[in-house]
């Protein structure tokens, strides 16, 4: 499952008409864009492939991206961007404020608020109790170990679930990965691969089921047809409240990491 990322395009008259003869990796370089009167450096992506000028705000980072056909349409799709800078400056002030994994801060486990709070002495470098996540060391090292506990609970969860998923569905993930990602909250590969964003372990429990029995079901279903949600009602009968869960509350959980 993806979250959609806003845009605005406007077509690119190259692009009618003509074909690519072998295709090209995307190229990326960097621009500078005034955005409410500093200069914004913007990502610009050269991909033949694309048939439209495109601007884009990432909603978890901000970061403006610009894709093009061609070098050649580089000064219009940089013109185009100016003519929305209003729009871009609008989404750049939606992206959640970071919220750094330090003592005295709270992060949602598994939607539950957990206080993060220093320790002199424990069972482990970082431990759960109480809805209180205890770390123990220098300060400096905090925000490091409480994301790296983070993501072993993520790993451990996300594996339970997908394999008590899968086995209800009679299939068998190749691997289950955890990633830092902002663009999406889980994947499944062709080749059954089962990816996860560390950051599902904040949301509640009905949540990260959802996202998980969600890319299991596409081991089955390589697809969104009526089959594949078939396969996903099986395993989590409501899948509208968590839909409407991350679409209210998704972004604001990107704030979470390493500042």
Known sequence: MCRTIRARTIADPRAAGKFVLFRKKPSIRRELLKIDGQLLEVKVRLNPRARRMIVKVNPATGEVCITVRSQRGLPAALDFARGETDWIANQIAKVPKPMPLVPGASVPLRGVSHEIRAAAKGPAPVWCADGVIWVRGEAAHAPRRVLDFLKREARKTFEARALQ??????????????????SRWGSCSSARSLSFAWRLILTPDSVLDYVVAHEVAHIRQMNHSPRFWAEVKKLVPDIAAPQRWLRVHGRDLQRYGLS
């Open 165 to 182: 998923h899968a086995e209800r569905l009679g299939v068998k993930p190749a691997r289950i990965t955890v990633r830092d990602t902002s």
